[in-house]
């Protein structure tokens, strides 16, 4: 029996289509005998077994696809991520700049604070996500310093 000849029957209304077609098959087959119907199995047997390798391939490069789309929608974002802390990064050492240059005259030691190493820490976190311990260690000596120098000497 070939599968030209196999036909899906007309359905019902309110019939299960799956199982409409099982039927139909079983009505097909139920005249066979048992010689014919093992060879006409074993005859099918590698066509179903190409079938279901095609299959398996067919899922394994979908997946590998999914995979593929996964990991550069990744690298996209850390793309975009990288950017916005280059341009956060510059747009916070041109803020403190533009702060230190107008508070000079009035408040350097503010300036020097703006401008000196608390502006290189904060730099330097925005743009390459890190922080040491030698960034805070400097900007703690720069802030010493600085408050230090402006303030009036000591009464005697």
Not at 23 to 44: G, I, T
Not at 93 to 102: C, F, I, R
Not at 141 to 154: I, K
Request: net charge neutral; glycine share 6%.
């Amino acid at each position: 029996m070939s599968t030209e000849d196999q036909r899906l029957p007309e359905l019902a209304t309110g019939e299960d289509p799956v199982v409409s077609a099982a039927m139909h098959v079983a009505r097909q087959w139920k005249d066979v005998d048992a010689a014919h119907l093992e060879a006409a199995l074993s005859a099918m047997e590698p066509s179903l077994r190409r079938e279901h390798r095609e299959r398996v391939m067919r899922m394994g490069m979908t997946q590998e696809s999914e995979k593929r789309q996964y990991a550069e929608r990744q690298e996209k974002r850390k793309h975009v991520q990288h950017l916005v802390n280059l341009i956060v990064g510059g747009v916070v050492a041109v803020g403190m700049l533009a702060g230190g240059v107008l508070v000079a005259p009035h408040y350097w030691w503010l300036s020097t604070l703006m401008c000196g190493p608390s502006l290189l820490a904060l730099v330097k976190i925005f743009v390459l996500r890190r922080s040491d311990a030698s960034d805070v260690a400097a900007v703690a000596d720069a802030t010493r310093r600085s408050t230090n120098a402006g303030a009036p000497p000591p009464v005697v």
